[in-house]
Structure formats: C-alpha cells, structure tokens
C-alpha cells in the first residue's frame, strides 16, 4: 500500500501523495519510444535524400526531366540501382530485390538514429521543451495582415503570375521550380513576422501545392509526364528540404548549448 501523507497548509496536495512507479515508467518508455520514432523518420528521409542524390550520379545530366528524350543513361537508386529507363522489371516499377535491399538499409539507418536519439533523449526533450516556450513567448500576437503586408503579397502574387505566363513554355521555368522552389517556399513563409511556426505551416502547405500544380502545367506544355515531372520534384526538393532542415537543426542545437553554457550554474 502506498502511504498517504497529509500536505501541510505550505505544501500543495499534488506535493505530498507520491506518484506510482509505475506511471514515470510508463512515461519514459513512452518518451523513449517517440525519440525512437524521430530517429527512424530520420533516417529514412537520409536514405530517401541519397536515393534522390544518385539520379545525378547514375544518369546523363537532367535526363528526361527538362523534356530530353534523347537522354543515354537514366537510373536511380541507393545504395543499389532500383530503375533505369526502359527496363520491363517483369511488369513492376522497379526491381524487387535492390528495392528490398534499399529498404532494409533505410530502416537499418533509421533504427541507429533512432538509439542514437534514445541515448540523448533526456537533453533533446529539455531543449524542446525550451525551445517551444521561448517560441511562445515571443510570439504573442495573432498574426494579422497589415496594409504593408498585403500590398507585398500582391506584387509577388503578380510577378509570379507575369513569370508564368511569359515563361510558362520553356524549360527554363521548371528548371526553376526544381532547383529553387524550396528556397521560394522557405522565404514566403518566413515572410509574415513574429508568428508561430504552425502558422507558418498553414501558409507554406497550400502554397507548395499551388507551385506543384504549376509545375504540372509547365510539363504538360514541354510534353512532359505527369510522373516524370512528380520525380523531378522528388529528386531535386528531397535533397534541399533535407539540408536546410540539419542545417536549421543544427543552427538551434548549437544556439541552445551556447546558452546552457552561458546561464550561471543554480544555487541550491
């Protein structure tokens, strides 16, 4: 049987029935077992991003995605070749076995994120937990479109339009959307100031359709695929998405142990 205590008129009642064990079991494992799930997602956007990678390594330029049809050498795959143009694979996509290959090496990178994660769990949780209230803080206010705002959204929304429709037959617009859409997407998001990052999420996720759609558009005029255009999309976004997300991360790691450091150690 657990103890009860009876609180003191200083002391909360929350500060004198001890907890079960049970439950900071339950908590940690529960703790342990999202940071695992982190790691693995991790991982598997490494492997997705190497996989992404050795289309430039495994074939001839830009291949067939600019609307080259005489492209030699069209392939993709980490760390085996998974499809080439023109091979039958027996009527599937891609070949089974570099496919299996592929896939247990992406799980065997993300299970090692995912333990490498679990070791440092207790620190990555308390900066989490500091970032997200330091972001709070200083995002107080709702966002709100001021006149200023509005009228920048506008020209953009207007040159953007302008550009689509001068250069919307021409390789050079899809190239642009492949090489610097993630770029445009990041600096219309980061746009609106002081607001939080779900916010930011809600104005970046119809925009990153809108520019997919045009994407579509701009192939179906050159004549390209719909797939094929899908997978320039893939292969060049994966590559930049995930250098600019470790780039970020590692920008906030280091801010946050920069300042652990700089805090004066607690009096006790």
Request: hydrophobic share 50%; with cysteine.
């Amino acid at each position: 049987m657990v103890p009860y205590c009876i609180p003191s008129a200083a002391e909360p009642m929350s500060e004198t029935i001890p907890q079960p064990r049970g439950n900071k079991t339950k908590i940690k494992t529960k703790l342990k077992t999202f940071w695992f799930l982190r790691g693995m997602v991790l991982g598997l956007l490494l492997v997705g991003t190497a996989n992404a990678v050795s289309y430039f390594v495994r074939s001839d330029g830009w291949g067939s995605l600019l609307g080259d049809r005489q492209a030699d050498r069209e392939a993709i795959g980490f760390p085996l070749e998974l499809w080439r143009a023109g091979s039958a694979y027996g009527g599937l996509f891609v070949a089974r076995v570099p496919l299996l290959v592929n896939a247990l090496t992406a799980v065997l990178v993300g299970a090692c994120c995912g333990a490498l994660m679990v070791i440092n769990h207790r620190w990555l949780e308390q900066m989490l937990i500091d970032l997200e209230t330091r972001e709070r803080e200083a995002t107080q206010h709702n966002f709100q479109f001021t006149l200023q705002g509005l009228l920048v959204i506008t020209v953009l929304a207007a040159v953007a339009a302008m550009l689509v429709k001068t250069f919307a037959s021409r390789p050079e617009s899809l190239l642009f959307i492949y090489v610097l859409g993630p770029t445009a997407l990041v600096l219309l998001a980061l746009l609106p100031y002081r607001i939080a990052w779900q916010q930011r999420v809600a104005i970046l996720a119809p925009i990153t359709i809108a520019m997919i759609a045009v994407a579509l558009a701009i192939g179906a005029s050159l004549g390209i695929e719909f797939d094929v255009v899908l997978m320039g999309i893939f292969i060049c976004w994966v590559p930049q998405s995930m250098l600019a997300a470790t780039a970020l991360t590692v920008s906030l790691m280091i801010q946050y142990q920069r300042q652990q450091h700089r805090q004066p150690p607690s009096q006790s």
